[in-house]
């Protein structure tokens, strides 16, 4: 199975930036799609960015887009996050899968490798 390693989250003030990575290993071909999400206290995951190397297409949930931006090379999937804001206050999570439909794409349900998670978070 795969194993992702988040890192790169943090404490910072809103406005600022921060740049998450995720390292995955223990696979022979390279999932398709990979994936930020993040869940906030109370609430449930929700997709933020995914990225798909069939193509390099990438999809961005509405809150995010314009702020944050996927990328992803080799064995890594990034996410850079600019102009934060305290509801981006959240443990982020990468998550790959292989294959699947871009309707479901930014759903945590069709997606079984995870990582442990990384603390963000932002201060007014």
């Known amino acids: 199975s795969v194993q992702l390693v988040e890192s790169g989250g943090g404490s910072v003030q809103a406005g600022g930036s921060l740049r998450l990575s995720c390292a995955a290993s223990?696979?022979?071909?390279?999932?398709?799609?990979w994936t930020w999400f993040r869940q906030a206290p109370g609430q449930e995951r929700e997709g933020v960015a995914t990225?798909?190397?069939?193509?390099?297409d990438i999809r961005y949930a509405d809150s995010v887009k314009g702020r944050f931006t996927i990328s992803q090379a080799r064995n890594m999937v990034s996410l850079h996050m600019d102009s934060l804001k305290p509801d981006d206050t959240a443990v982020y999570y990468c998550?790959?899968?292989?294959?699947?439909?871009?309707?479901?794409?930014?759903?945590?349900?069709?997606?079984?490798?995870w990582g442990q998670g990384t603390q963000v978070t932002v201060s007014s």
């Open positions: 998550a790959v899968r292989y294959g699947g439909s871009w309707d479901t794409a930014l759903s945590e349900t069709s997606y079984t490798s």
């Open positions: 223990g696979y022979g071909i390279s999932p398709n799609f």
């Open positions: 990225f798909y190397t069939g193509d390099g």
